[in-house]
């Protein structure tokens, strides 16, 4: 099994900065895509930022200039660097991984979700 272990979540005041970690471990094989979603109150999970296993990576508009994706290939973790925090971007956030356990089938595993809270 897989299993995704994020840090990093908690409240911060508008404009502030958090950092979120996710680390995944088990049986890996490799790791293809790694990324964040979130998901706030009565809204549909979105994708937030993403990033390949060559360094390749994504940002919805709405992040792009403020958040940062990187991850460390040997150590199997992502990072999100969020600055410039808005209350927009208060929300669930989750760690995603594209996995193969046995090559060349490929999964996606998830974390258990960690809260940002951005108050205004």
């Known amino acids: 099994q897989v299993q995704l272990v994020e840090s990093g979540g908690g409240l911060v005041q508008a404009g502030g900065s958090l950092r979120l970690s996710c680390a995944a471990s088990?049986?890996?094989?490799?790791?293809?895509?790694m990324g964040w979603y979130r998901q706030a109150p009565g809204k549909q999970r979105e994708l937030v930022a993403s990033?390949?296993?060559?360094?390749?990576?994504n940002y919805v508009d709405s992040v792009e200039g403020r958040f940062t994706i990187s991850r460390e290939n040997t150590k199997n973790t992502v990072y999100l660097q969020m600055n410039s925090l808005k209350s927009e971007d208060t929300a669930v956030y989750y760690c995603?991984?594209?996995?193969?356990?046995?090559?060349?089938?490929?999964?996606?595993?998830w974390g258990q979700g960690t809260q940002v809270t951005v108050s205004s």
């Open positions: 088990g049986s890996i094989f490799s790791i293809r895509t």
């Open positions: 990033i390949t296993s060559g360094g390749s990576t």
């Open positions: 995603n991984a594209r996995v193969a356990v046995t090559w060349p089938r490929y999964d996606d595993y």
